[in-house]
């Protein structure tokens, strides 16, 4: 064997397009392409014959021991960076033979891949992106071979679907995951539109896993084309169990509060700062009348309230919002914009945000119209007991002050009987006694009257044509009113129909005419004027006269008093107005007085047009 | 038996004022016992007796319930009259 010379450079080596040396069992150059020795800026002179580890200051272990290797016949390819200029350099280390394939040494081929390293580089990083992306997102990621027929799954999509290691994918048994029915169903449709329409997919779906469990997930592909040629689907794989779990979860939650709300007996509404409803339950939309939760959301009280119920409203949310005070517990009259008015005990809480500022306001209302009724109808029933009570005691005055008195009178005059002589005089007692008993009895029918018309309060009640009914007893008073040369002037209105209690009313009508011309004066013809008008439930009954008149600062209090009497007539007994007041209260009127002294005198009678 | 100028009983129950009289009649020396049927009558008499003799009775007896008007009423004017000595009683 002979050793080369190797100061020769050979021509056909030099010509070599790609940077190529030989080196010798030494590591000394022997030959090497101009092309190496360009691109190393090496001296052309001095470069072979020398040692190639002196020539290339790589500090790498790598690359000395592949040349090592080599020499002794293993070739091998190895990537260093070469610190002058930055690069990357593939040296592909191949065996030189002698004609009896002995290695004589080592041909290197050197290659530039700093473009190429680079790539794979980031290739490399990209792909560790993607995993850690995976990784946390869950997503996988599958191909599918159209030529081969195979499907590629990543660990992740593995992981997904529960499989062994050695599990092999099929497009087929890939379907066979997604639970039968929807699921199953939507991704055949999916993939089969995929292929024959290049339609990409994305939808969530359920999915029975090898190990039996049922898992939601976003599955999406895509076909893929080369030059129109169908060659295969990619995709994705997302487990999004959890995220529909939790997502079941909380419209779970939302549901029972939906619930909740909706059943409460009150209504329960949110408003904005500008007041208007971002929540309301189903009371509170009942109540509305605008059909439907969610007609009434972004309406203000303006939309539903009359203009007064509405301001006011507005301005318990202001107060509530500008204090942050909580307004607990307000009976409110609202009236809505049909007219209907219903009374609510309101509290209106303070709305906050998540900064804790406020952004509104909690709205709660009761509905207490029923009680509000029931109070005042058992405010009226106390004010009713309270004057039957009144009454009551008055009457049993009355009844004590006259019986006292008769029997006072019996007493003494019985006295005078037993000691008295003299006939004349015990004759005239005995006529006293006559005339007291007389009286008595005569209190009694009057007490029994006044007890009558209070017991038997429940007497049928009658319509009554009131206009006629004064003529009739216009007629029944003929006499009187001629012997007093009266004057009575009907301008009750025509066909006026009254409920009434009837023998109540023409003791009531005989009464107060009677009255009114009785108490006239001397010097005027006395002339009674009734006439009718309606107020607040009421037909009201107006006797006018012309007579004396009443003092009422003096006698008002007394006027309907039981034996009150304030004229020097002979035939006032101070029962008439007394009896009168009782049955028409018990009608469920009521009887006022004005008078002036010497002018005259207006009685207004109040007939109760409800019951 | 004392004796009394003039008594005046007001009330309106001739019965009663009857009484009175009878039982006055025991027990004291009176010239004059006058009745009134109410309040105002009895007024009416005594502030015209009291212009013109600066007299008044020495007793009243006088009723609380009256027509027209009643022994409060009655007391109230009475009261006003620019009498120096008084004297009364009073039923009911």
């Given at each position: 064997?002979?050793?080369?010379?190797?100061?020769?450079?050979?021509?056909?080596?030099?010509?070599?397009?790609?940077?190529?040396?030989?080196?010798?069992?030494?590591?000394?150059?022997v030959y090497a392409s101009d092309r190496w020795i360009a691109d190393f800026e090496l001296d052309g002179s001095t470069v072979f014959g020398t040692s190639i580890f002196s020539r290339f200051?790589?500090?790498?272990?790598?690359?000395?021991?592949?040349?090592?290797?080599?020499?002794?016949?293993?070739?091998?390819?190895?990537?260093?960076?070469?610190?002058?200029?930055?690069?990357?350099?593939?040296?592909?280390?191949?065996?030189?033979?002698?004609?009896?394939?002995?290695?004589?040494?080592?041909?290197?081929?050197?290659?530039?891949?700093?473009?190429?390293?680079?790539?794979?580089?980031?290739?490399?990083?990209?792909?560790?992106?993607?995993?850690?992306?995976?990784?946390?997102?869950?997503?996988?990621?599958?191909?599918?071979?159209?030529?081969?027929?195979?499907?590629?799954?990543?660990?992740?999509?593995?992981?997904?679907?529960?499989?062994?290691?050695?599990?092999?994918?099929?497009?087929?048994?890939?379907?066979?995951?997604?639970?039968?029915?929807?699921?199953?169903?939507?991704?055949?449709?999916?993939?089969?539109?995929?292929?024959?329409?290049?339609?990409?997919?994305?939808?969530?779906?359920?999915?029975?896993?090898?190990?039996?469990?049922?898992?939601?997930?976003?599955?999406?592909?895509?076909?893929?084309?080369?030059?129109?040629?169908?060659?295969?689907?990619?995709?994705?794989?997302?487990?999004?169990?959890?995220?529909?779990?939790?997502?079941?979860?909380?419209?779970?939650?939302?549901?029972?509060?939906?619930?909740?709300?909706?059943?409460?007996?009150?209504?329960?509404?949110?408003?904005?700062?500008?007041?208007?409803?971002?929540?309301?339950?189903?009371?509170?939309?009942?109540?509305?009348?605008?059909?439907?939760?969610?007609?009434?959301?972004?309406?203000?009280?303006?939309?539903?309230?009359?203009?007064?119920?509405?301001?006011?409203?507005?301005?318990?949310?202001?107060?509530?919002?500008?204090?942050?005070?909580?307004?607990?517990?307000?009976?409110?009259?609202?009236?809505?914009?049909?007219?209907?008015?219903?009374?609510?005990?309101?509290?209106?809480?303070?709305?906050?945000?998540?900064?804790?500022?406020?952004?509104?306001?909690?709205?709660?209302?009761?509905?207490?119209?029923?009680?509000?009724?029931?109070?005042?109808?058992?405010?009226?029933?106390?004010?009713?007991?309270?004057?039957?009570?009144?009454?009551?005691?008055?009457?049993?005055?009355?009844?004590?002050?006259?019986?006292?008195?008769?029997?006072?009178?019996?007493?003494?005059?019985?006295?005078?009987?037993?000691?008295?002589?003299?006939?004349?005089?015990?004759?005239?007692?005995?006529?006293?006694?006559?005339?007291?008993?007389?009286?008595?009895?005569?209190?009694?029918?009057?007490?029994?009257?006044?007890?009558?018309?209070?017991?038997?309060?429940?007497?049928?009640?009658?319509?009554?044509?009131?206009?006629?009914?004064?003529?009739?007893?216009?007629?029944?008073?003929?006499?009187?009113?001629?012997?007093?040369?009266?004057?009575?002037?009907?301008?009750?209105?025509?066909?006026?129909?009254?409920?009434?209690?009837?023998?109540?009313?023409?003791?009531?009508?005989?009464?107060?005419?009677?009255?009114?011309?009785?108490?006239?004066?001397?010097?005027?013809?006395?002339?009674?004027?009734?006439?009718?008008?309606?107020?607040?439930?009421?037909?009201?009954?107006?006797?006018?006269?012309?007579?004396?008149?009443?003092?009422?600062?003096?006698?008002?209090?007394?006027?309907?008093?039981?034996?009150?009497?304030?004229?020097?007539?002979?035939?006032?007994?101070?029962?008439?107005?007394?009896?009168?007041?009782?049955?028409?209260?018990?009608?469920?009127g009521k009887v006022e007085v004005e008078s002036t002294v010497g002018v005259g005198t207006t009685f207004k009678i109040y007939f109760n047009e409800k019951d | 038996m004392k004796k009394i100028?003039?008594?005046?009983?007001?009330?309106?129950?001739?019965?009663?004022?009857?009484?009175?009289?009878?039982?006055?009649?025991?027990?004291?020396?009176?010239?004059?016992?006058?009745?009134?049927?109410?309040?105002?009558?009895?007024?009416?008499?005594?502030?015209?007796?009291?212009?013109?003799?600066?007299?008044?009775p020495e007793v009243i007896f006088l009723d609380i319930n009256m027509p027209v008007m009643d022994g409060w009423q009655f007391l109230e004017q009475f009261i006003k009259l620019p009498i120096?000595?008084?004297?009364?009683?009073?039923?009911?």
């Amino acid at each position: 064997m002979k050793v080369r010379n190797i100061h020769t450079n050979n021509y056909l080596i030099k010509q070599l397009p790609k940077a190529t040396a030989f080196v010798n069992t030494k590591y000394e150059i022997v030959y090497a392409s101009d092309r190496w020795i360009a691109d190393f800026e090496l001296d052309g002179s001095t470069v072979f014959g020398t040692s190639i580890f002196s020539r290339f200051d790589i500090n790498c272990e790598d690359w000395k021991n592949s040349l090592k290797k080599c020499v002794k016949g293993t070739p091998g390819k190895v990537i260093v960076n070469y610190p002058i200029e930055e690069k990357w350099l593939e040296w592909l280390n191949t065996p030189w033979y002698d004609e009896n394939e002995n290695v004589i040494g080592a041909i290197i081929q050197v290659e530039d891949v700093t473009s190429r390293n680079s790539n794979n580089v980031r290739l490399e990083k990209l792909e560790e992106l993607i995993n850690d992306k995976s990784e946390g997102t869950k997503i996988g990621t599958w191909e599918f071979d159209h030529t081969t027929k195979k499907l590629r799954w990543c660990p992740i999509v593995r992981d997904i679907h529960e499989v062994s290691d050695t599990f092999v994918p099929t497009l087929e048994n890939a379907i066979e995951f997604y639970s039968q029915g929807y699921s199953r169903n939507a991704i055949s449709i999916a993939v089969d539109n995929a292929i024959a329409n290049r339609e990409p997919w994305n939808e969530k779906l359920e999915i029975i896993t090898a190990k039996g469990n049922h898992r939601w997930v976003i599955a999406a592909g895509k076909p893929i084309y080369d030059h129109d040629e169908f060659i295969g689907l990619i995709g994705s794989f997302q487990d999004i169990t959890h995220q529909v779990l939790s997502e079941e979860r909380s419209s779970e939650n939302h549901g029972l509060l939906q619930t909740l709300i909706d059943s409460l007996p009150l209504n329960v509404y949110i408003k904005d700062r500008e007041s208007r409803k971002i929540l309301v339950n189903k009371s509170e939309s009942d109540y509305a009348g605008l059909g439907g939760p969610e007609k009434l959301l972004g309406k203000d009280d303006f939309d539903v309230y009359d203009k007064k119920t509405a301001e006011m409203s507005r301005k318990e949310d202001l107060m509530v919002m500008n204090s942050g005070i909580p307004m607990l517990d307000k009976e409110d009259i609202c009236v809505k914009k049909d007219g209907s008015s219903t009374v609510f005990l309101v509290s209106k809480i303070p709305f906050l945000d998540k900064n804790n500022e406020i952004a509104g306001i909690i709205g709660m209302s009761i509905d207490v119209t029923d009680q509000k009724r029931k109070e005042e109808e058992l405010r009226k029933l106390i004010n009713v007991t309270s004057l039957q009570n009144k009454k009551l005691i008055d009457f049993a005055h009355i009844v004590s002050h006259n019986l006292r008195s008769h029997t006072a009178n019996f007493s003494m005059l019985l006295d005078f009987l037993v000691h008295e002589t003299n006939e004349d005089e015990r004759s005239k007692i005995l006529k006293m006694l006559s005339d007291s008993s007389d009286s008595l009895l005569e209190t009694l029918n009057n007490l029994n009257e006044v007890v009558a018309i209070n017991t038997n309060v429940n007497q049928e009640k009658k319509r009554v044509d009131l206009k006629k009914k004064v003529s009739r007893i216009e007629k029944d008073l003929q006499g009187f009113l001629v012997n007093h040369n009266a004057k009575i002037i009907n301008n009750i209105t025509e066909d006026l129909k009254i409920k009434v209690i009837p023998s109540y009313l023409d003791s009531i009508l005989m009464n107060f005419i009677t009255n009114a011309v009785k108490y006239s004066l001397p010097e005027r013809r006395p002339i009674v004027h009734l006439s009718t008008r309606r107020k607040n439930g009421y037909t009201v009954l107006s006797i006018d006269d012309n007579g004396s008149g009443i003092d009422l600062k003096k006698y008002g209090e007394k006027l309907f008093g039981m034996y009150k009497t304030f004229h020097n007539h002979q035939d006032s007994r101070g029962i008439g107005l007394y009896i009168s007041k009782n049955q028409i209260e018990a009608m469920k009127g009521k009887v006022e007085v004005e008078s002036t002294v010497g002018v005259g005198t207006t009685f207004k009678i109040y007939f109760n047009e409800k019951d | 038996m004392k004796k009394i100028n003039a008594i005046y009983v007001i009330d309106d129950d001739p019965i009663l004022v009857f009484g009175i009289k009878k039982m006055l009649g025991l027990v004291v020396h009176c010239d004059s016992i006058t009745d009134f049927k109410n309040g105002k009558l009895a007024l009416d008499n005594i502030s015209h007796h009291f212009k013109v003799s600066g007299h008044i009775p020495e007793v009243i007896f006088l009723d609380i319930n009256m027509p027209v008007m009643d022994g409060w009423q009655f007391l109230e004017q009475f009261i006003k009259l620019p009498i120096k000595e008084k004297k009364y009683a009073s039923t009911s």
